[in-house]
């Protein structure tokens, strides 16, 4: 298992590499930069001597693999550089968003795995009944309206109305994260409440839960510990896309709540041309998504014999 861990691991890091590249060549092909969102958003009538000094200063003259360079031998340093707008290390802006952005990953997906996978064995359990048409067409309309939809309804309902959740957000607080909370799990859960279905559906059809009914094994005691185990690997894999995406900022919900964290900082780092901010979250979505996957494959070898062994069914 160590050996595997450190193959994958050394796999990943050429990824991260290419990733940074790409990302920073798209910047550069986007036909502006910071120097030039800063003077224009101000109004104020700026010469070209002025703007290509403010360039020379922060190194934008410079050759694209040069900058590159410097960029990256910066950031195995531990030196992901200064803000171009704020003036503000990198860095030390970039960890102050992060514990909102955890808090609402966390409470997301908490809230999802209460809701979707309970509601999921109830469908697959009732097939075809009136409880799994019920939750099936509550799925169907939880995954057709768009997450800002949702949120919106949510702050006219909860805030407006019933005055029962702030607005916007008042501060990284349990009470001003439910609101954005609610809005990303009524969507998720909506999606993975079906998934969980179909995966129990396809398991209780399976050849050893038949075997066991026949031993006379009571239904919940083959639902639990067998069915649901052998379902993990789906629900797991679900979950680890959503892990990933939640980590790096949901940058809709986030602006609609001003909820202070990763998602809103490149959403306005984007709008600035902020290029050192932008860097530094591609660089930890890139991260995120090579830890969650390596994570996962992890767990796959742990809870799966037939992968640790190479074997395939049939």
Known sequence: MRKYVLHRFLQLIPIIIGITFLAFAMMRLAGSDAITEKYTN?????????????????GLDQPFLVQYVNWLGGLVQGDMGVSYISGRDVFKTFISKL??????????????????????????LHHDRLTDYILRFLSFIGNSLPNFFVGLLLMELLAIRMGWLPVISRGVNLRSAMMPT??????????????????????MNKEYVLGGKA???RNSVILWKSVLKSSMLTIITLLALSIGSLLGGTAIIESIFMWDGVGKLA?????????????????????????VNLATDILYHALDPRIRLGVTEG
């Open 99 to 124: 514990p909102a952005t955890l808090l609402l990953t966390f409470l997301s997906i908490l809230m999802t795995v209460v809701i979707s996978i309970p509601l999921g064995i109830v469908a697959a």
């Open 215 to 217: 031993r006379g094994v």
């Open 182 to 203: 609610l809005t990303l799990a009524i969507a998720m859960s909506a999606k993975y409440m079906r998934q969980v279905r179909a995966t129990v559906l396809e398991e």
């Open 42 to 58: 101000t109004g104020a009538a700026v010469s070209q001597e002025v703007i290509d000094e403010a360039r020379a200063e922060l």
């Open 267 to 291: 959403v306005d780092a984007i709008t600035m041309r902020d290029y050192p901010l932008i860097q530094a979250y591609v660089v930890w979505m890139a991260i995120i998504y090579v830890l």
